[in-house]
């Protein structure tokens, strides 16, 4: 096959990518802090997902930031009932399609706090019970909407207003929940994580997970620039360390057996991704032996993953954790 | 044609009559046996709907919502503890302005634990923004089920059917089932103008400023109240079909010419027409049987009033430190009525206290006093009070143990 060899500009690029149709669930304008990981993450889980879907949206910053009455940046059927109920809200959009015969999808979006704590109840009887439900997890690793709270995603050692470093305390105490096992062990058909730092990674799996006829789970890494303390022209680079030091391992399990995970190149020390974060500054007091514990803490957790998950890469691998976020297209010929 | 049912039965009956599609619920007693009908009859094949048994009543009222926002007709059920976990759903329903039926089985709430019958779980959530009607007997819980999908849809209000735990739910009755074709000619397939739809995508439960929130509560407001119209339209056209009422807003019982007038809500109306009957001694009497608490009929109740000296309200709930809550809103819809009669709150059958016929005596002792009483529990026994709370007043007459208040 001969490949055509006219030269592509930038100008080209990025007229063709502004006619390309693709579709958008979300808008532009609505009112997300700049930088926002959740916002992106949302709109590519929607472009993914394509129009013929019903949202459920839990409270939180995506509800908020999106539907200040009377706007809204949803090109999709969308509803907000409450913070913690958005498992059985789905459920219901889901026997009500059902008994309807339409084939719409339902897809359900919480925080961490609307799916690991408040909303978890909800959550795990909607998947027990098997609806065909696409629930996606906006995890930023605390309660966000309220002003940075602690909640059982938010990570060991790291600070919210009300996880606050002092003489007695060094952040959170407990260590983040594993909610994707937990999940899992519902023994549903498709569960995984994914990070907005590998765009094409969380496209491919939320296209996987429309295909399923039951009950799957998408957690979503996605950098808070006002709760983490980040510059928010860094989500992007933050997620993907999170990654890269093996704190945000990314897999995907079927009937709970874990059957994939995105090997990581390089496995980076986890200072690297902590220290880019006011979350974690009182970590970086080096006349505090308190923190030189916590981040040899933090690495043995990150150490205790790699092992774990299987996350240790074989050399180059185009869809490792320094391929994955590589644009490609024409597909994996260019890998 | 009549059948004798168990209240709970009939009401499993009717509900597969109305057609839902989707049905979500949790078990508690006294609902139970409702929601195991329906099961039955999903099992059978004789009810065609997607039955959902969720893990909590939290999540009931969740999915019938979500399911009634994407267009289908819903039914759930409930009581005491179980409401109080859906509260905060419930009014977030009633605030959305998405229509569906509940039937509360009326119970007492915890603590002190008790499984058995009053008003306390549905008078919890009498400011959710739901339509509440209550049910006298199980003839009407059937024909109120009926009406209460009709008057939901016309009105974009959820409604709330609320029967008495126990005395309906378990007692056995001959119960007119009506016909298939008669509920259908009389309830049209359910078409909800703001259903969620891919090909006409809308926002639902959006974030409102203060610029915004007043009206939407205004509105609501206005919406319960222009619902009454629509009750009472429901309950006529009912009665052409049927041959039956069930109540309207509210219905007066006795002689025009009776002075004394005892105000009710649910199934101990029945108690007293019978004890009217039994002691024919005392004066005439006339029984208002309150079916719409929300929207309260205050024109209604003024005129049920009229002529009335002595207006005895009977509760089946309380607010404690403060007293009759029923009471309250009669007194103030009664307010400025040149001729208002003397109003006496009284709780009775709390927990499910058996109310026997003789209450209608007591009753009637219990008003000859010169000043009305603010409230009381007229069948508290004080003997078993622990001696700490012996300065209370008690309203039993008959007991010489009264004291006064200090
Ligand atoms: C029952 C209830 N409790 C508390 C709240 C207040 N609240 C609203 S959003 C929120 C936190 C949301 O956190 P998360 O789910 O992680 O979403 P995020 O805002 O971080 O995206 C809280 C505590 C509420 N709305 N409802
Ligand atoms: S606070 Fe965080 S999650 Fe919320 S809009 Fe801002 S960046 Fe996004
Ligand atoms: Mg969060």
Redo the contacts between chains.
């Keep these: 096959m001969k490949t055509n060899k006219r030269a592509v500009t930038a100008d080209m690029l990025v007229h063709l990518r502004k006619n390309q149709p693709r579709f958008e669930g979300i808008e532009s304008g609505h009112r997300a802090c700049l930088g926002c990981g959740e916002a992106l993450a949302a709109r590519l889980v929607t472009e993914a997902a394509g ?4 949202i ?1 949206n839990a409270t939180g910053c995506l ?2 930031f ?5 706007e ?1 940046a ?9 913070f ?2 958005t ?14 015969g339409k084939p ?1 999808k339902v897809l359900a979006f919480g925080g961490d706090g609307a799916t690991f704590d408040i909303g978890f ?2 959550l ?2 909607m998947l ?2 098997g609806h065909n439900v696409l629930y996606v997890c906006f995890d930023n690793e605390a309660y966000m909407n309220t002003g940075i709270q602690r909640s059982s995603s938010t990570p060991h050692a790291a600070m919210t207003t009300t996880s606050p470093p002092g003489s007695e305390r060094m952040g959170k105490r407990h260590l983040k929940k594993n909610i994707l096992t937990i999940v899992a062990a519902h023994q549903i058909p498709y569960a995984a994580t994914t990070s907005v730092a590998y765009a094409s990674d969380l496209r491919k799996k939320v296209r996987r997970a429309m295909e399923i006829e039951g009950p799957t789970f998408l957690q979503i890494h996605s950098p808070c620039p006002l709760g983490w303390g980040h510059d928010s022209a860094h989500s992007i680079k933050v997620a993907r360390l999170a990654v890269q030091t093996g704190l945000f391992p990314v897999i995907e399990l079927e009937r709970s057996e874990l059957i994939g995970s995105m090997p990581i190149r390089h496995p980076r020390p986890v200072t690297d991704y902590l220290k880019l974060q006011q979350r974690f500054r009182h970590l970086f007091n080096k006349d505090d032996a308190r923190a030189v514990e916590e981040l040899a803490h933090i690495q043995a957790l990150a150490d205790h993953n790699i092992k774990h998950y299987c996350l240790d890469g074989e050399g180059m691998d185009a869809l490792d954790s320094d391929g994955a976020d590589t644009v490609r297209r024409g597909g994996m010929r260019w890998a | 044609m009549l059948k004798a049912l168990e209240g709970s039965q009939a009401i499993a009956q009717t509900v597969a009559l109305c057609r839902p599609q989707v049905v979500a619920a949790y078990p508690i007693t006294p609902q139970t046996h409702i929601v195991e009908n329906i099961a039955k009859l999903v099992a059978d094949g004789k009810m065609d709907c997607e039955l959902v048994s969720v893990e909590s009543e939290f999540s009931a009222a969740s999915l019938v919502l979500g399911a009634a926002s994407a267009g289908s007709r819903t039914y759930t059920a409930s009581a005491s503890q179980g409401i109080l976990l859906m509260s905060e759903v419930l009014y977030n329903i009633a605030g959305l302005r998405v229509p569906m039926v509940l039937t509360c089985a009326n119970r007492a709430i915890s603590a002190p634990l008790s499984i058995w019958n009053d008003q306390q779980d549905s008078m919890a959530v009498r400011d959710a923004g739901w339509i509440q009607l209550y049910c006298a007997d199980n003839q009407e819980a059937v024909d109120t089920t009926i009406q209460a999908y009709r008057i939901a849809e016309a009105t974009e209000l959820p409604v709330m059917v609320c029967m008495d735990g126990f005395t309906l739910t378990h007692t056995l009755e001959p119960i007119d089932i009506p016909e298939q074709d008669m509920v259908d000619s009389y309830l049209p397939p359910f078409n909800f103008k703001r259903a969620l739809d891919p090909a006409n995508p809308t926002s639902v439960g959006t974030l409102v400023s203060p610029d915004f929130y007043s009206e939407a509560r205004h509105s609501h407001h206005h919406a319960l109240l222009d619902a009454a119209d629509e009750i009472i339209a429901a309950d006529n056209d009912w009665k052409q079909l049927s041959g039956r009422s069930a109540g309207g807003l509210l219905s007066v019982d006795g002689p025009d010419d009776a002075r004394i007038g005892i105000l009710t809500l649910g199934s101990v109306f029945g108690t007293l027409s019978e004890a009217r009957d039994e002691y024919t001694e005392l004066p005439p009497t006339k029984l208002i049987k309150l079916r719409s608490y929300r929207p309260f009929p205050v024109d209604a109740l003024r005129h049920a009033c009229a002529g009335l000296t002595e207006l005895i309200v009977l509760e089946r709930a309380i607010s404690p430190g403060y007293g009759g809550i029923v009471s309250a809103e009669v007194q103030m819809a009664l307010s400025g009525k040149p001729d208002m009669p003397r109003i006496h709150s009284f709780a009775v059958g709390l927990g499910g206290r058996d109310i026997p016929l003789d209450i209608y005596r007591k009753l009637h002792a219990a008003i000859k006093v010169p000043e009305p009483r603010a409230f009381s529990i007229i069948d508290v026994e004080p003997e078993k009070l622990p001696v700490e709370d012996h300065g209370i007043e008690s309203a039993n007459t008959d007991s010489n143990q009264q004291r006064s208040i200090s």
């Design positions: 129009p013929e879907v019903m459920a509800e908020i999106t539907t200040p009455w009377p809204s949803w090109r999709l059927p969308w509803m907000h009932s409450l913690e109920n498992g059985a809200i789905a459920a219901g959009m889901e026997a009500a399609l059902k008994a309807q719409t109840q909800a795990s009887g027990e019970r």
